[in-house]
């Protein structure tokens, strides 16, 4: 126990800085206004901030297509405001870790500017570079080198007709990739995460980081609608991408203290290559995030085509994640973040069962083996946001998807707008909530996006007032993480995998055994576990302790969650 990792026992809070807090009445938040509300995260308990990008970009991607890696972009403060925030965390005895976006830059980066200057460019290698398809003309439709669809809807490849060559990008057209095969791309990216290594930052998420490694054959992929193909293959988990982790720890960490943590954010791992990437052996990262159950509602027709969530399939897909990294490596544990819907609207009940059910989704997930991230509003159990038209949004996903279903015909409006309201990013970004106000105090001017107008009882103040709120629930499990070592370290052994409304499960250490139950519907639910005969309620989220009788059958209330500690 003792020389397990600093991080098995922490939790980390995510904050997406446009949203978080502005200071300056731009509607935009910034680095002061998150210094402004330290408070509110050591409050909670939190070890750790992850900081989404704030580095200069044009801001196609809202930050996730960096101009320039080692400054801040003004809209978001100085270099002065980002050491005022890390001093400020460190004296809470809080860790900074920053967004890492390196497998590709903006299109606006000194880099990117000087490769597509000229064919004899010496940074024309920096990027993925390639003449049209064999025997057409650039431009030409189908001319592209693969035919690889972008993550964010149309071709992977932009003509760049000065060169009459189209370079790679997997994301949007103003997010082109660097080559990972060229070693002076990999030591100047490593460089600078030394630079923010020395100015005290604690570590980093990085993004997409297991798609830097492509096959250099770039074969095209299976076409299964239309004419675009899933090149997934060929750029995700690539053929030299442990080779990659492995050189940049080497460069990177090695030899530095262990108050740092990494996270690898990684569409399309699998758990085999997670207990690859996440082998304290293999020094390569800490941890990863997986995108398996984000993905269990999603229909044949990609995120917008929602499912309903099969409960079983939820616990077959944590089980083997569970199981899996038991023995070797580590997993990170997460519900929301800056690209995915708020999970009270998506798994629980944002209506009449919002507390409960977002509490009965935070017990769960925090009792699980690994290390919880809390998007900020999690702790407030913030909702979806509710957009009455397709012109609400602004998210860069979402307005492709859009473009891309009208042009093709794909979906009425009110079909798209469903969609999006259940899936799209933007219900992940409105403002944070901290009062009753106009603006919910996020700012005094007009926010870049809409505040909830449900933020009248949503919001930090009101929560922080209200013992029964779940601000205090999620602030008494990061308490028993830290106290508790059978909640960081125990074994994790499924229960009821069948069970279509009730997450049942349990952690033992040494002797020592906690058991949780999770009702994932509005209607009570009968079980009979033998583990709670005889146990004592640790943590609930109703008033009362409905303890199983002595044959261990209990009824869990509408969105009740127990965690119990077994006799
Ligand atoms: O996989 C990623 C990568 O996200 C990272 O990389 C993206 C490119 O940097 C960036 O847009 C995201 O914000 C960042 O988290 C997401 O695009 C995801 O597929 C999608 O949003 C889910 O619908």
Do not use: C
């Not at 740092?260 to 990863?288: I, Y």
């Not at 409006?413 to 909530?433: F, I, K, V």
């Amino acid at each position: 126990v003792e020389d397990a990792p600093w991080w098995t026992r922490a939790v980390v809070y995510q904050v997406y800085p446009r949203s978080f807090a502005d200071s300056d009445g731009d509607g935009v938040g910034d680095l002061r206004g998150v210094l402004d509300h330290v408070d509110h995260l050591s409050a909670l308990g939190v070890d750790v901030v992850w900081l989404s990008p704030i580095y200069p970009s044009p801001q196609d991607d809202n930050g996730y297509d960096i101009s320039d890696y080692q400054d801040v972009d003004p809209s978001f403060g100085t270099l002065a405001d980002l050491d005022a925030l890390l001093a400020a965390l460190h004296e809470r005895g809080m860790r900074l870790v920053m967004d890492l976006v390196v497998n590709h830059t903006s299109d606006e980066h000194p880099w990117f500017v000087e490769s597509r200057a000229s064919t004899e460019s010496p940074k024309r290698d920096w990027y993925w570079w390639r003449p049209p398809r064999h025997g057409m003309a650039p431009g030409q439709p189908g001319a592209e080198p693969t035919n690889w669809r972008s993550f964010f809807s149309g071709p992977a490849w932009e003509l760049d007709e000065s060169t009459g060559e189209y370079y790679l990008h997997l994301f949007s057209r103003k997010q082109p990739d660097l080559n990972w095969e060229n070693p002076e791309v990999r030591h100047a990216v490593y460089a600078m995460m030394r630079w923010w290594l020395d100015r005290g930052v604690d570590g980093f998420r990085m993004d997409v980081i297991n798609l830097v490694s492509k096959d250099p054959a770039l074969p095209d992929g299976p076409v299964r609608d239309g004419v675009l193909g899933d090149g997934s293959a060929a750029y995700t988990n690539g053929p030299r991408i442990h080779e990659f982790l492995a050189e940049m720890h080497r460069e990177v960490f090695a030899g530095r203290p262990d108050r740092l943590l990494t996270v690898g954010e990684m569409p399309g791992v699998t758990v085999e290559h997670a207990r690859l990437f996440t082998d304290p052996a293999r020094a390569e990262v800490d941890m990863v995030f997986q995108f398996e159950h984000v993905g269990l509602d999603h229909g044949p027709g990609g995120k917008f085509d929602v499912r309903r969530l099969r409960l079983r399939d939820l616990k077959a897909s944590f089980g083997r994640w569970q199981a899996e990294l038991a023995d070797v490596g580590w997993n990170s544990l997460y519900w929301n973040n800056h690209d995915q819907p708020r999970i009270v609207s998506r798994f629980g009940d944002d209506g009449a069962y919002r507390r409960e059910s977002a509490t009965m989704l935070g017990t769960v997930l925090h009792l699980h083996r690994g290390t919880p991230y809390v998007y900020q509003g999690e702790e407030l159990g913030m909702t979806n946001a509710r957009f009455d038209s397709l012109d609400d949004y602004r998210d860069i996903e979402s307005l492709r998807h859009v473009a891309e279903a009208r042009a093709h015909g794909h979906a009425t409006d009110d079909e798209l707008l469903d969609g999006l309201a259940a899936m799209s990013r933007d219900n992940a970004r409105t403002p944070m909530q901290w009062d009753a106000t106009e603006h919910a105090g996020f700012t005094t001017g007009t926010p870049w996006l809409p505040v909830h107008p449900n933020h009248v009882e949503v919001n930090a103040a009101a929560a922080r007032a209200d013992d029964r709120s779940v601000f205090h629930h999620y602030r008494r499990l990061i308490e028993l993480r830290h106290t508790d070592p059978v909640v960081a370290l125990g074994d994790f052994t499924m229960l009821l995998p069948d069970h279509e409304h009730v997450y049942a499960f349990t952690r033992s250490l040494d002797g020592d055994t906690l058991l949780v139950l999770g009702n994932f519907s509005g209607d009570e639910q009968d079980v009979a576990v033998d583990a709670g005969a005889g146990s004592t309620l640790v943590l609930g989220n109703y008033d009362d302790d409905a303890a199983p009788d002595a044959d261990g059958r209990v009824r869990l209330r509408p969105w009740e969650s127990q965690v119990r500690r077994v006799a």
